[in-house]
């Protein structure tokens, strides 16, 4: 079981602050065991009146799933500075080395650390550039040459105008030898050289290029050209520095934005922002020049965008890809040149022609540029950008995209609003691989009714759909959907109307990704509430049921819809007997196996609960008389789901009741087609674990299904899932599905599978505080297909208490955001009183973190840094101390802002 990959997705923010601070810069690393580390400048820490810049860090350890670590500080000045414009390489020594701007001096200097392969500090921060002087070093780059050192370059001015300097350093960041001139000016009085880029291939050849304003003399930006130097694998200059921009001196050029890519064997490419047709003609645009490992010119420079002069572009990036250089560029094409989004393209090392230009980003409000990429090892590249979607300060954004320029990616936003709107109440409707789902969505400032196509890859196609709209007098309130085996589609909803309580209101789609093709009232028009509407489609037709009171006492009515979206028949109620106590909640699904339709209801408002199974004909009428299921087993039957295997016709109810501790549960049972059932009722959940479970959902696929519930771990609710074999044996422990680091809320769990085995799950989702509550997506690939020949595990048995007490290892640690502790202790009659604090190196109290018993003598304990007043903590050592039963156990942690 899997991320399913290679499919598209929706890109996920990267800095977590989630204040209205600027961040910007981000640059990118993969580092030498898999992982992605990203780091960008970050204004979090300044006070309004004060800018305070430093170096903040990420870790992705798997491009398909969300950054395995916090946002972390980089820098390790105390006071405040600015620090700005970071780079980071990697080194096959198993380092990372990051480099950047800092004005901790008092004027601007070139620092940077060494970083474990994971992107954690080993070092101390160092200062590179060597001058005695109080002149300003800007923009370092660095690139790993060989296994055994880094080159960092800049632009440094010592000697009055900027200069290219570099710096070769070891693995962990110390200086092999001094500073060391690139350009010797050949202009009396000097000239401009500034804003390197470096690149290595396979044999240690290096070229460094940059912005050289030699041809106009001393006049700082008379002109701009591209220039560039080859440094061999012994850190010798090899020849001089010479011109990439083919324009002539004639020509007087205003270039910008150099940067280089280099393939280990294929060569090298150089592209930068060219106007040489003049700012009123276009400008800017996006140039490569390509060279071979023999260091020989590649054909002549080549316009790379591919749109029509007078549009901008600008903040061009290159990294290596399959086969070629893949370009990332800031471009205003869109919008009369108003709307900046980030553009790439592919440029072979060879002559052959640049690729047609695509869109990396999604169409969000806001400016997306300053891109940056790295091949991430596998199969894709790792895009960042700075983005204005959530106000005018930018956030990091960043997507997994393939080199074809499909998107793919990670929890999925669904909802395409961007803004700090509420989105909640997610419903999946049935599928065949193809999904319509459907919510409540408050960007328009009114509780309105939305939907969005989404494949079986989890990806939207197509932008979300407007239904309808909260007029105060009328308004959506809850809803469902089914999609055709042939690609048509109906939503029903309920929708109030003045003094009526609820209609049911149908919304028809002809095929998938389309809008409605037309609306339709479903319910009769009654003066009675009608509510909850349930969709189900077999054989082109579509079943839509709910509850109705238009006989004074709650009942199911049903009606079928054609393969055109119009009614058959006439509404009518679908159980063959009404229940004393009439239903509250209900299912239905389509039998493809046996024909017609199941129906699964729960009643008991005023009195004990109870379920009940009924199979329906073709024509919703009841064709067999309702069998009770779970009976005798004690609790309520809220939220009851069902579904049904089109291999063996066996089905699978789950339903939300209380356990033994009177926390929410959250129950599975399997049945035979003749409703017999198939193994005792299955509490689903690890034992180990007592938080309340709700919400559950089920889908069944062949002799497979999936389970999924909102459970309360830690303070916080997060989307777990199970898979079971024939609907009796667990295929897996509990899988936790949403991959929010944080302590955010995920709530509303619905699920999906296609005949292929790609679960697709969808819940409301409120990590972000920037954009409020959205709609978020995840694709789980069940592998392999066929299960069968394996051998079956048996279900998970509760784990026994601890027989002694245990405490740690925190992690992650060190640690910026949140981090958490395990703890463990023996269970006795008198139970198992915990006490969790922490304490500061000098043994002075921070906060006290628990103070309670530990059920089943486990607990995992999360600190944020903050002190017992609500105050972030400084950067140090702290201690996590655990007492119960006379012992005491203390953890070191290492706190990093």
């Known amino acids: 079981m899997q991320p399913h990959s290679g499919w598209a997705q929706d890109e996920f923010l990267i800095n977590d602050d989630r204040l209205p601070r600027a961040q910007f810069g981000p640059r990118s690393a993969l580092g030498p065991t898999g992982a992605l580390v990203i780091v960008w400048s970050d204004g979090r820490n300044g006070a309004d009146t004060f800018i305070d810049y430093d170096i903040y860090a990420l870790t992705i350890r798997d491009p398909l799933a969300l950054g395995s670590t916090v946002n972390r500080r980089i820098n390790d000045d105390v006071a405040a500075a600015i620090q700005g414009l970071p780079d980071i390489a990697s080194s096959p020594a198993g380092t990372i080395f990051c480099v950047w701007e800092d004005s901790r001096a008092g004027n601007q200097d070139i620092f940077g650390t060494a970083l474990d392969s994971l992107g954690f500090r080993t070092t101390p921060n160092l200062r590179i550039n060597d001058d005695s002087g109080f002149t300003e070093q800007r923009n370092p780059r660095t690139a790993a040459v060989g296994s055994d050192r880094y080159l960092v370059v800049w632009g440094d001015q010592r000697t009055g105008q900027s200069d290219i300097y570099g710096s070769y350093r070891n693995v962990n960041g110390g200086p092999l030898g001094p500073n060391f001139l690139i350009t010797p000016d050949p202009v009396t009085g000097g000239s401009f050289q500034g804003e390197p880029a470096v690149a290595t291939n396979g044999s240690g050849l290096t070229l460094v290029v940059w912005l050289d304003g030699r041809e106009g003399g001393t006049v700082f930006g008379a002109t701009l050209d591209i220039y560039g130097q080859w440094i061999d694998a012994a850190g010798n200059l090899v020849g001089g520095n010479f011109k990439v921009n083919s324009t002539s001196a004639a020509q007087p050029q205003q270039d910008a934005s150099p940067a280089v890519a280099a393939d280990p064997a294929l060569g090298f490419v150089v592209t930068w922002i060219d106007r040489r047709l003049g700012t009123s003609v276009d400008p800017g645009d996006v140039f490569a020049q390509r060279f071979g490992p023999d260091r020989s010119l590649i054909g002549p420079n080549v316009r790379v965008n591919d749109d029509p002069l007078g549009r901008n572009q600008k903040n061009v990036r290159a990294a290596s890809g399959p086969g070629a250089a893949y370009l990332f560029w800031e471009d205003q094409r869109d919008a009369f040149g108003l709307d900046s989004n980030v553009e790439s393209a592919r440029v072979p090392y060879d002559s052959s022609a640049p690729s047609g230009n695509f869109r990396v980003n999604a169409s969000t409000p806001g400016r997306q540029g300053t891109p940056s990429a790295i091949w991430d090892g596998r199969d894709a590249f790792l895009v960042a950008w700075e983005d204005t979607r959530n106000g005018i300060t930018p956030d990091i954004y960043a997507i997994s995209l ?485 012992e005491r156990h203390a953890v070191r942690l290492v706190r990093l802002r």
């Open 402 to 886: 393939l080199p074809s320029g499909l998107r793919r990616g990670l929890d999925a936003q669904l909802n395409d609003d961007a803004a700090r709107n509420d989105q909640w109440l997610p419903r999946l409707g049935h599928g065949f691989g193809e999904y319509l789902l459907t919510w409540i969505d408050r960007r328009n400032q009114s509780n309105d009714l939305f939907g969005q196509w989404v494949g079986a890859d989890g990806g939207r196609e197509g932008t979300n759909v407007f239904l309808y709209h909260d007029s105060q007098t009328s308004r959506p309130v809850a809803s469902n959907a089914a999609v055709s085996s042939s690609g048509s589609a109906l939503v029903a909803a309920q929708v109030t109307r003045e003094s009526d309580a609820g209609e049911i209101r149908g919304f028809f789609f002809l095929s998938r990704g389309s809008a409605p093709a037309w609306t339709f009232w479903i319910s009769d028009s009654l003066q009675s509430s009608q509510a909850s509407p349930v969709v189900a489609t077999r054989a082109g037709e579509f079943a839509v049921a709910w509850i109705d009171s238009r006989e004074a006492v709650p009942r199911i009515y049903g009606q079928r819809i054609s393969a055109t979206g119009a009614r058959l028949g006439v509404n009518h109620a679908l159980l063959s007997a009404e229940p004393l106590d009439p239903p509250f909640d209900f299912d239905l699904v389509a039998d493809d196996f046996g024909g017609g339709f199941w129906l699964l209801y729960a009643e008991g408002v005023s009195a004990d609960q109870r379920l009940w199974v009924e199979h329906l004909n073709a024509f919703l009428n009841p064709d067999s008389a309702p069998a009770e299921v779970g009976s005798g087993y004690p609790g309520p039957r809220q939220d009851p789901r069902i579904a049904a295997s089109s291999e063996d016709g066996h089905l699978e109810v789950v339903w939300q009741g209380v356990n033994a501790s009177g926390l929410g549960a959250v129950y599975q049972l399997a049945l035979t087609p003749s409703l017999s059932p198939l193994g005792p009722v299955l509490e689903v959940g690890d034992p180990a674990y007592s938080g309340a479970r709700t919400q559950p959902a089920v889908v069944a696929l062949d002799s497979r299904s999936v389970v999924t519930w909102q459970e309360k771990r830690d303070g916080n609710w997060s989307i777990w899932m199970r898979v079971l074999q024939n609907g009796v044996i667990p295929l897996t422990g509990s899988v936790r599905v949403d991959e929010d680091q944080g302590l955010a809320d995920q709530l509303d769990p619905a699920v999906g599978m296609d005949a292929a085995g790609h679960a697709l799950f969808v819940w409301a989702d409120s990590r972000s505080l920037s954009s409020g509550s959205d709609i978020l997506a995840r694709v789980i690939e069940l592998t392999p297909t066929s299960v069968d020949s394996l051998p079956l595990p048996l279900p998970e048995p509760s784990p026994a208490p601890p027989s002694r007490m245990r405490v740690g290892p925190g992690r992650p640690n060190p640690f910026s955001g949140v981090l958490g502790v395990p703890v463990e202790v023996p269970v006795s009659q008198a139970g198992s009183h915990v006490r969790v604090s922490v304490f500061d190196a000098r043994g002075t109290l921070v906060t006290r973190l628990y103070d309670g018993d530990a059920p089943g003598g486990r607990l995992l304990v999360r600190w944020n840094g903050l002190d017992s007043g609500g105050r972030g903590v400084a950067s140090g050592v702290y201690w996590f101390v655990a007492e119960s039963g006379g």
